[in-house]
Nanobody
Framework: QVQLVESGGGLVQPGGSLRLECVAS????????MGWFRQAPGNQRELVAQ???????IYVDSVKGRFTISRDNSKSITYLQMNRLKPEDTAVYYC????????WGKGTLVTVSS
């Protein structure tokens, strides 16, 4: 059974940091590209970071230099380290393949507010 489970969200002040985790099960993780998406209220779900199976990373401009995506193939986990968070980073964060081929998980809510 294919499953994605995200965790690590929470309430953080502007300028703070969080690390998100996504555990994948039922997939051949080590040969898959993975991505982190986010969806703010009233907005479409957008891909903000992705990592290939060779560890090449790509980021959207709005998070470049602040977010870092990484992976642990031995545990089938994709991480998103988020630093210098801004209120506009507030969203529900999801993981999936960049082409969105897996069933979506429930996501994890990140709220950046003072």
């Amino acid at each position: 059974q294919v499953q994605l489970v995200e965790s690590g969200g929470g309430l953080v002040q502007p300028g703070g940091s969080l690390r998100l985790e996504c555990v994948a099960s039922g997939v051949f993780f080590r040969l898959m590209s993975m991505g982190w998406f986010r969806q703010a209220p009233g907005n479409q779900r957008e891909l903000v970071a992705q990592i290939t199976w060779t560890n090449t990373t790509i980021y959207v401009d709005s998070v470049k230099g602040r977010f870092t995506i990484s992976r642990d193939n031995s545990k089938s986990i994709t991480y998103l380290q988020m630093n210098r968070l801004k209120p506009e980073d507030t969203a529900v964060y999801y993981c999936n393949t960049p082409s969105r081929t897996l069933p979506w998980g429930k996501g994890t809510l990140v709220t950046v507010s003072s």
